[in-house]
């Protein structure tokens, strides 16, 4: 379905029959597939909601927006209130994942791959979780973590497009130290540069020196 607001068509995805609401509508969205469901009990507590006020603009009327059950997309398409509605149900949602029903809701995707796999290949497509580089909004897109290389990636698909305060610095962390069963053997295997069948010394991969560079320091002692 699309809807026209002025010039501007938005191409707007079809929730499932049966969930009307505005949580159900946003999660159908394409490139929300890394987020899971909120219940509206954990919402709806206070304690979860602490310090989120002076985050975002218009805090009360936002989150009447994503508690709605009914809600209508056509009078709510491009008048500027969707960005501060999505914004704030990110932060509650890095907050809900760090809780025991929330690592159980993130463990099905995990385990199904939502997330994707690991790109190293030595990983043997092992599946990553996701994680933000930090909590505040707007400074970085979500990444993506192996626990078996315990490095990070970029995503490959559309869900590379959200903020990485919806899922914060510490969630496959703790995700880990919940389910020790999910843990994998760390890789320890690592390419080796070879060349005809020779493995190369590090020195002969290492950056040249820049001898402008060389020079100038040297004028300057």
């Known amino acids: 379905m699309s809807c026209t607001s002025g010039s501007t068509t938005v191409s707007i995805a079809t929730p499932p029959m049966g969930d009307d609401s505005w949580v159900g509508w946003f999660l159908s969205q394409i490139g929300n597939e890394f987020l899971c469901r909120v219940p509206l009990e954990f919402m709806r507590d206070k304690f979860n909601l602490y310090d989120l006020e002076s985050e975002v603009v218009n805090f009360s009327k936002s989150l009447d927006t994503i508690m709605d059950p009914e809600f209508c ?9 969707h960005i501060e509605s999505e914004r704030l149900y990110g932060l509650i949602h890095a907050r809900y994942i760090m809780t025991p029903p929330g690592i159980d809701a993130m463990r099905r995707k995990y385990e199904y791959g939502d997330f994707g796999f690991c790109p190293r290949v030595y990983c043997e497509g092992q599946h990553v979780l996701p994680i933000g580089l930090s909590e505040k909004s707007y400074e970085s897109t979500v990444k993506v973590f192996c626990p078996c290389c315990r490095d990070i990636y970029t995503p490959t698909r559309n869900s590379a497009v959200l903020d990485g305060c919806m899922f914060g610095p510490n969630f496959p962390h703790m995700f880990l130290m919940e389910l020790p069963t999910h843990r994998p053997t760390l890789s320890q295997e690592k390419y080796v540069p070879r060349l005809y ?12 020196p820049d001898p402008a560079a060389n020079k100038c320091a040297n004028s300057n002692a």
């Open 197 to 208: 069948g020779f493995q190369l010394h590090k020195s002969a991969l290492e950056p040249v």
């Open 73 to 81: 997309v056509n009078n709510w398409v491009g008048d500027g209130a």
